[in-house]
């Protein structure tokens, strides 16, 4: 029977595969971080067998690696492919939202499988950002197996994450997660892209004003690809891009000089329209400047909604952390 991985992202997905560690290595990536969560129901779909979902709706529609045809094609369902399998290997690395993708699919796995494929699971302990792409066959990293208690701190997480409200998560600091060992850094991580008391900005909001400060002007200076540079995890390439869009066109904006929105496909399928974009010059506005010294508030000028999770963060329902967890109206 098969060797199976399964990962948060397709590079990784086929680096792992060419450096022959299992039979076949597959990527789920839903983005979790961004945006409102897709329900419990639209989960299950997206990794159910294909039936009727839409193209590009389907789990082995993103990435899905050429050597599924040579397993027998790319309508499997999450649940089916891991019955196949003889081991499944779960390659989850630090990010936050591989972490989140790590709770979802033990809950899932929990609730949708027998235990006979529970007792498949293996847990490989990834400390850093993985990069499969570039890794050695012969690196090795700790690995364990999924137990009961792996599940229960999972569910426990993800139902916690979804809720609408972040006082659970917040709430689950207080607890041991040391089982799942990157768990802990990645809610504390969510948590500081919560809006803070004194500015009404995110963790990577602030960070993009620090940054302008400092004197790196052109948009992609600012994007996370430049990783000691820009130091914050949660967000990915399209999700900076909407944020930086955010702070340029707020009725008050922080930020003055961006030529082209929004950030979109569309945006980046036009050579014109790109390169005015690349060629920005981006300079902190009056109240970016005082958002940096911490001397106004982004919301107090302009409308916020937008979802941390399972909560909606408006203007009215502004949850805050600062580093404490402050409820909307104090």
Known sequence: MARLILTADSSSAGGLKLSGRADIAVALEPRLVWGPLPSQDELAAFVAARSTQKPGSHWLDHGSPGHMDEFGGRDFGLIELCQRCETIDLWFDAKPNA???????LDYL????DTAIIAKLVLVLVDSSLDGAKMPAKRRFPAVEITNDHLEIASLAWRAYRAPSPAACFDLLNKDLSILPQLRRCIVELLEELPARATGLGASETRILELISAGYTHPFDLFPHYKQ?????????????????????APVPAISGLAESPFTIEMHESSSRLKRYKESRLSLTTLGKALLTQADNFSRHNPIDRWWGGTRLTNDHLWRCNPVLIEPGH
């Open 229 to 249: 540079r820009f130091q914050r995890r949660v967000f990915g390439y399209w999700e900076i891009g909407a944020l930086l869009d955010g702070l340029a066109f």
């Open 110 to 113: 929990q609730s949708h499988a």
């Open 99 to 105: 972490q989140l993708v790590l709770i979802w699919l």
